[in-house]
């Protein structure tokens, strides 16, 4: 269908008219990337320390998973130092004081906004002049000057493309909030994410009471950080101790159990890795994987056939990361190892001995990064050894067993 756009007064877009000529590099004017906190410590952690001014967030996540409550509360923190335009398209003004009265999250710099055209939000901008704007959701957001509806394709670009040129313009941080597909894509097209300088996915079960914040994209920042959150009645809170929280439900004297040390960005992480292995009289068993990689649960499968002579065509094998954490590192092929041998010879693993390492085709176990950070993280929750490649032997204050292959580090277990 054929759209007709009007071009419309707006600060943003007068903005970028005026001349520019090429520069040199070094005549650029450099100032010390500065951030700004969000008052929220995990927030902060996968952002990358922050924010920094005119960037814009994409904010993503199933429906229901907490994502407009953590932006209220994100609004809420900031609103203690500078004044924030929280603009909502889906709640109204009555709605959304209600959820605030319920997450204790009332300030009277927080300003509110029950607005979905476009023009108009940024000229409540333009009144206000916030430190922060947060815009739920996108695809509830439309302009005059776009024929198509709310939502489509279209009104979700150029209205994207519009707040992006807001944030450059004016050195205020946008947070976008933004709806996910069955697939768990973020819906309308794919130029949104390459728009917004962070993309930010929500994840967890909503049946589960803890969320994890992940970094998709981030332009000032690593992508590797995740923050921890658990969902209470008065909103999210964050989680000091996450590996002490995956291991708290850690079922005793169980077959088929491997605690392992992953690593998300800079912080190591505690998890309990789970295998099933139940016989089948399928021609194709099962092979399931949640939590982990998929592909690398079936090349460790075919090694431990190969090199050990054990057999699964026979068998349904069920991998599983438990607390609904992702773990998808290379150093995570031990553990999984162990805990499908575990199981499928019903001997449980020793509960005091966490278990790090990749291994290779040939059965051998190879070396994995920041194994010291690792190792710390074993002994503060008071394991007593740790399983490790040969070749990243390294001082402890527990136990280290190196080994050199999957065959090796059953033989002496």
């Given at each position: 269908m054929e759209e007709h756009q009007n071009k419309a007064p707006s600060f943003a877009l007068r903005a970028s008219e005026g001349k520019q000529i090429p520069i040199s590099i070094t005549e650029v004017d450099y100032k010390e990337e500065s951030r700004i906190s969000t008052g929220i410590v995990e927030v902060d952690r996968v952002l990358g320390g922050g924010v920094v001014g005119g960037s814009v967030v994409l904010v993503s996540g199933e429906p229901g998973i907490g994502k407009s409550t953590m932006m209220l509360q994100v609004a809420e923190a900031l609103s203690l130092k500078s004044i924030i335009l929280y603009v909502s398209g889906e709640e109204s003004a009555n709605q959304i004081r209600i959820r605030a009265e319920r997450l204790g999250t009332l300030s009277k710099n927080l300003m509110l906004l029950p607005e979905t055209n476009l023009f108009a939000i940024e000229k409540a901008v333009a009144d206000v002049k916030p430190k922060f704007v947060v815009i739920d959701s996108i695809q509830t957001m439309f302009r005059d000057d776009v024929s198509s509806a709310p939502g489509s394709v279209s009104q979700v670009r150029e209205c994207a493309n519009y707040l992006v040129r807001i944030a450059k313009s004016t050195g205020i941080p946008i947070f976008i909030v933004g709806h996910v597909t069955k697939e768990g894509n973020i819906a309308g097209p794919r130029i949104l994410e390459h728009m917004v300088d962070t993309v930010l996915y929500f994840e967890g079960e909503r049946h589960k009471q803890y969320r994890i914040l992940r970094a998709n994209k981030n332009r000032f920042g690593s992508t590797n950080e995740i923050g921890?959150?658990?969902?209470?009645?008065?909103?999210?809170?964050?989680?000091?101790?996450?590996?002490?929280?995956?291991?708290?439900?850690?079922?005793?004297?169980?077959?088929?159990?491997?605690?392992?040390?992953?690593?998300?960005?800079?912080?190591?992480?505690?998890?309990?890795?789970?295998?099933?292995?139940?016989?089948?009289?399928?021609?194709?068993?099962?092979?399931?994987?949640?939590?982990?990689?998929?592909?690398?649960?079936?090349?460790?499968?075919?090694?431990?056939?190969?090199?050990?002579?054990?057999?699964?065509?026979?068998?349904?094998?069920?991998?599983?990361?438990?607390?609904?954490?992702?773990?998808?590192?290379?150093?995570?092929?031990?553990?999984?190892?162990?805990?499908?041998?575990?199981?499928?010879?019903?001997?449980?693993?020793?509960?005091?001995?966490?278990?790090?390492?990749?291994?290779?085709?040939?059965?051998?176990?190879?070396?994995?990064?920041?194994?010291?950070?690792?190792?710390?993280?074993?002994?503060?929750?008071?394991?007593?050894?740790?399983?490790?490649?040969?070749?990243?032997?390294?001082?402890?204050k527990i136990k280290l067993l190196a080994v050199s292959s999957v065959k090796e580090a059953l033989n002496r277990l």
């Amino acid at each position: 269908m054929e759209e007709h756009q009007n071009k419309a007064p707006s600060f943003a877009l007068r903005a970028s008219e005026g001349k520019q000529i090429p520069i040199s590099i070094t005549e650029v004017d450099y100032k010390e990337e500065s951030r700004i906190s969000t008052g929220i410590v995990e927030v902060d952690r996968v952002l990358g320390g922050g924010v920094v001014g005119g960037s814009v967030v994409l904010v993503s996540g199933e429906p229901g998973i907490g994502k407009s409550t953590m932006m209220l509360q994100v609004a809420e923190a900031l609103s203690l130092k500078s004044i924030i335009l929280y603009v909502s398209g889906e709640e109204s003004a009555n709605q959304i004081r209600i959820r605030a009265e319920r997450l204790g999250t009332l300030s009277k710099n927080l300003m509110l906004l029950p607005e979905t055209n476009l023009f108009a939000i940024e000229k409540a901008v333009a009144d206000v002049k916030p430190k922060f704007v947060v815009i739920d959701s996108i695809q509830t957001m439309f302009r005059d000057d776009v024929s198509s509806a709310p939502g489509s394709v279209s009104q979700v670009r150029e209205c994207a493309n519009y707040l992006v040129r807001i944030a450059k313009s004016t050195g205020i941080p946008i947070f976008i909030v933004g709806h996910v597909t069955k697939e768990g894509n973020i819906a309308g097209p794919r130029i949104l994410e390459h728009m917004v300088d962070t993309v930010l996915y929500f994840e967890g079960e909503r049946h589960k009471q803890y969320r994890i914040l992940r970094a998709n994209k981030n332009r000032f920042g690593s992508t590797n950080e995740i923050g921890i959150f658990e969902m209470k009645d008065n909103g999210l809170v964050e989680v000091a101790n996450p590996s002490q929280v995956f291991l708290s439900e850690r079922p005793e004297n169980s077959s088929g159990s491997v605690v392992t040390a992953a690593l998300e960005g800079t912080r190591p992480l505690l998890v309990e890795i789970q295998a099933l292995v139940a016989p089948t009289k399928m021609v194709y068993p099962v092979r399931k994987a949640t939590g982990v990689d998929y592909n690398r649960v079936v090349i460790i499968l075919a090694v431990l056939e190969r090199q050990l002579g054990l057999k699964f065509s026979d068998a349904d094998v069920y991998v599983n990361a438990a607390g609904g954490v992702r773990v998808s590192e290379p150093a995570m092929d031990l553990p999984i190892a162990l805990a499908i041998v575990s199981c499928h010879k019903n001997k449980p693993f020793d509960a005091k001995t966490v278990a790090v390492g990749e291994i290779g085709l040939a059965g051998e176990i190879r070396s994995v990064n920041q194994i010291e950070q690792r190792i710390k993280e074993a002994e503060k929750l008071g394991f007593e050894q740790i399983i490790v490649p040969k070749s990243n032997q390294s001082k402890s204050k527990i136990k280290l067993l190196a080994v050199s292959s999957v065959k090796e580090a059953l033989n002496r277990l």
